[in-house]
């Protein structure tokens, strides 16, 4: 069955630091992967995907993730935090045609 | 490009009352639509999902029921609300490219 764990439920960086948030999920198949983000009281803004190819994949907003097989790990990251970035973090994980399993969630705070 | 309403924003309503909670999706036809809650501190579950008119699959015994009377139109329903129901209600239809999903603004439900 599929499944995604996002370790750290809270992470608090400083503006201007870096940022790893961690994913590892669990998939029969080949695993398609998707990071969303979400304000408060906001629905959910996809900031990248991972399907095939190139393992490491660009996203919106500055935001890269690395696709590691051998880890089953999907991080995301962002060699500079701004204060706007201050959100909650989803990890999922689904294939062709599949439901969508997300994580339990990062909620990512900016400290100035 | 799709795009998804969901109303109302917000709603407050007494225990034991009925709810109806509406999701419109527009730019696209035939689209698998989903109902996912997000209660506080928690991830998102998976409650409904549709791929078609009429044809509602359930994912957890709930107090809650969907409905899909036209093919760009979700209900979410309940004859009488509990304690319980409250959270962040978010519609999501799957992407045109299969893979990941689009989600609405989303209505946060408080049960009093």
């Known amino acids: 069955a599929q499944s995604v764990t996002q370790p750290d439920i809270h992470i608090t960086v400083s503006e201007g630091a870096s940022l790893e948030l961690r994913c590892n999920y669990s998939y029969g198949a080949t695993p398609y992967l998707f990071w969303y983000v979400q304000s408060p009281g906001q629905g959910l803004q996809l900031l990248l995907k991972y399907f095939s190819g190139d393992t490491l994949v660009q996203g919106i907003k500055g935001f890269e993730a690395e696709f590691k097989r051998s880890q089953s790990s999907f991080n995301l990251r962002k060699p500079s935090v701004h204060w706007s970035d201050a959100a909650e973090y989803f990890c999922a994980v689904g294939g062709w045609g599949n439901k969508l399993v997300f994580g339990a969630g990062t909620i990512l705070r900016v400290k100035s | 490009s799709q795009t998804i309403h969901q109303w109302p924003a917000t709603l407050v309503q007494p225990v034991g009352s009925p709810l109806s909670l509406e999701c419109t999706v527009e730019?696209?036809?035939?689209?698998?639509l989903y109902w996912y809650r997000q209660a506080a501190g928690r991830g998102l579950q998976l409650l409904f999902y549709s791929v078609g008119i009429g044809q509602i699959s359930s994912e957890v015994p709930q107090n809650l029921s969907a409905s899909r009377p036209q093919d760009r139109q979700f209900i979410l329903s309940s004859k009488k609300l509990l304690l319980s129901d409250s959270g962040f209600y978010l519609c999501a239809i799957k992407g045109t490219d299969n893979y990941g999903y689009t989600f609405g603004s989303g209505t946060r439900l408080t049960v009093v």
């Open positions: 730019g696209t036809s035939n689209p698998n």
